[in-house]
T-cell receptor, first 114, second 113 residues
């Protein structure tokens, strides 16, 4: 079984600020996967990234970057130079290697003001 | 390529009526998931199909809910009779296999009056 904590319920920033969304997960498995999804105001769930537990390299995709720290069980997500279109709820979701159901956190609502 | 397709996008119905939600997974995906999202409970898995066979339906709330997957390209979630507490957004997701990335449809917003 896995557990995920997204301690930040809501974050409010002004456009162009950098913002980091925290995700702490708990799992007893050595093989697992970590996902981030974005849910904009329109409601759809958009896949952002998947990492496996054996790959601790950080990932950068445009303004998005992810920092995976296995030692602290964290998989944080940073948006550089935030934009209004980044306003959404962001979900972190670990998936244990023996399971097929990701555990979705409660999400962090990011509001980017112009 | 088309993503996961769900219909209808919005459904408003009266208590006691039958509701049928539809989903077309991404072509070639073998796993299909139905979720429900509410403010109170967040995102909950209702049922999981693999190769059209229901594998885990432990999340289905009660007998009023049923799901079918008659073929690899179509699934339905039926609520009969519907109740106001069923009001939620229902998502369908598909993946290549059970542990692969799930891709979500746009959701069906159900309101039961």
């Amino acid at each position: 079984a896995q557990k995920v904590t997204q301690a930040q319920t809501e974050i409010s920033v002004v456009e162009k600020e950098d913002v980091t969304l925290d995700c702490v997960y708990e799992t007893r498995d050595t093989t697992y996967y970590l996902f981030w999804y974005k849910q904009p105001p329109s409601g759809e769930l958009v896949f952002l990234i998947r990492r496996n537990s054996f790959d601790e390299q950080n990932e950068i995709s445009g303004r998005y970057s992810w920092n995976f720290q296995k030692s602290t069980s964290s998989f944080n997500f940073t948006i550089t130079a935030s934009q209004v279109v980044d306003s959404a709820v962001y979900f972190c979701a670990p998936l244990s290697g023996g399971s097929y159901i990701p555990t979705f956190g409660r999400g962090t609502s990011l509001i980017v003001h112009p | 390529d088309a993503g996961v397709i769900q219909s209808p996008r919005h459904e408003v119905t009266e208590m006691g009526q039958e509701v049928t939600l539809r989903c077309k997974p991404i072509s070639g995906h073998n796993s299909l998931f139905w979720y429900r999202q509410t403010m109170m409970r967040g995102l909950e898995l209702l049922i999981y199909f693999n190769n059209n066979v229901p594998i885990d339906d432990s999340g289905m709330p009660e007998d009023r809910f049923s799901a079918k997957m008659p073929n690899a390209s179509f699934s339905t979630l039926k609520i009969q009779p519907s109740e106001p507490r069923d009001s939620a957004v229902y998502f369908c997701a598909s993946s290549l296999a059970g542990t692969d990335t799930q891709y979500f449809g746009p959701g069906t917003r159900l309101t039961v009056l």
